[in-house]
Protein backbone atom coordinates (compact mmCIF):
# COMPACT_ATOMS: atom_id res chain seq x y z
CA UNK A 1 0.00 0.00 0.00
CA UNK A 2 1.36 3.36 -1.09
CA UNK A 3 0.67 6.55 1.35
CA UNK A 4 0.50 9.93 -0.61
CA UNK A 5 3.69 10.96 1.48
CA UNK A 6 5.30 7.95 -0.12
CA UNK A 7 4.81 8.72 -3.54
CA UNK A 8 7.77 9.39 -5.55
CA UNK A 9 6.23 8.78 -8.98
CA UNK A 10 7.45 11.19 -11.57
CA UNK A 11 5.02 13.52 -12.42
CA UNK A 12 4.31 16.64 -15.38
CA UNK A 13 2.92 19.94 -14.37
CA UNK A 14 0.29 20.45 -16.51
CA UNK A 15 -1.69 23.39 -18.01
CA UNK A 16 -4.89 23.60 -19.94
CA UNK A 17 -6.33 26.87 -22.23
CA UNK A 18 -7.78 28.22 -19.11
CA UNK A 19 -4.83 28.55 -17.51
CA UNK A 20 -5.67 25.77 -15.07
CA UNK A 21 -3.30 23.60 -13.59
CA UNK A 22 -2.59 20.15 -12.53
CA UNK A 23 -0.02 17.27 -12.22
CA UNK A 24 -0.27 14.04 -14.15
CA UNK A 25 2.10 11.02 -14.07
CA UNK A 26 4.78 10.78 -16.59
CA UNK A 27 4.52 7.82 -17.61
CA UNK A 28 0.53 8.71 -18.75
CA UNK A 29 -0.44 10.20 -21.85
CA UNK A 30 -1.68 13.45 -21.10
CA UNK A 31 -5.84 13.57 -21.58
CA UNK A 32 -6.91 15.73 -24.27
CA UNK A 33 -7.30 19.71 -23.79
CA UNK A 34 -3.69 19.59 -21.07
CA UNK A 35 -0.85 20.73 -22.28
CA UNK A 36 2.96 19.72 -20.26
CA UNK A 37 4.99 23.06 -19.49
CA UNK A 38 8.22 21.57 -18.74
CA UNK A 39 8.24 21.40 -15.22
CA UNK A 40 8.46 17.93 -13.63
CA UNK A 41 9.33 15.75 -10.83
CA UNK A 42 7.92 14.13 -7.65
CA UNK A 43 4.32 14.92 -6.38
CA UNK A 44 5.58 17.66 -3.81
CA UNK A 45 7.62 19.20 -6.17
CA UNK A 46 5.39 19.85 -8.95
CA UNK A 47 2.51 20.81 -6.05
CA UNK A 48 4.72 23.19 -4.67
CA UNK A 49 5.55 24.46 -8.78
CA UNK A 50 1.97 25.30 -9.18
CA UNK A 51 1.09 27.07 -5.61
CA UNK A 52 4.00 29.55 -7.24
CA UNK A 53 2.74 29.80 -10.60
CA UNK A 54 -1.05 30.00 -10.37
CA UNK A 55 -1.65 33.06 -8.32
CA UNK A 56 -5.14 33.71 -9.90
CA UNK A 57 -7.50 30.91 -10.05
CA UNK A 58 -10.20 32.07 -11.91
CA UNK A 59 -10.05 30.77 -15.33
CA UNK A 60 -8.24 32.43 -18.14
CA UNK A 61 -11.90 33.12 -19.98
CA UNK A 62 -13.17 34.92 -16.71
CA UNK A 63 -10.04 37.20 -16.26
CA UNK A 64 -10.37 38.29 -19.80
CA UNK A 65 -14.29 39.11 -19.09
CA UNK A 66 -13.21 41.21 -16.66
CA UNK A 67 -10.40 42.78 -17.95
CA UNK A 68 -7.83 41.43 -15.51
CA UNK A 69 -5.68 38.53 -17.69
Not at 31 to 60: F, S, Y
Request: aromatic share 8%; glycine share 6%; with cysteine.
Amino acid sequence: MMFEDDDRRSYLVVRNDEDQYSIWPRTHPLPAGWQATGEAGTKTECLDHIALVWTDLRPKSLRDRDGRS
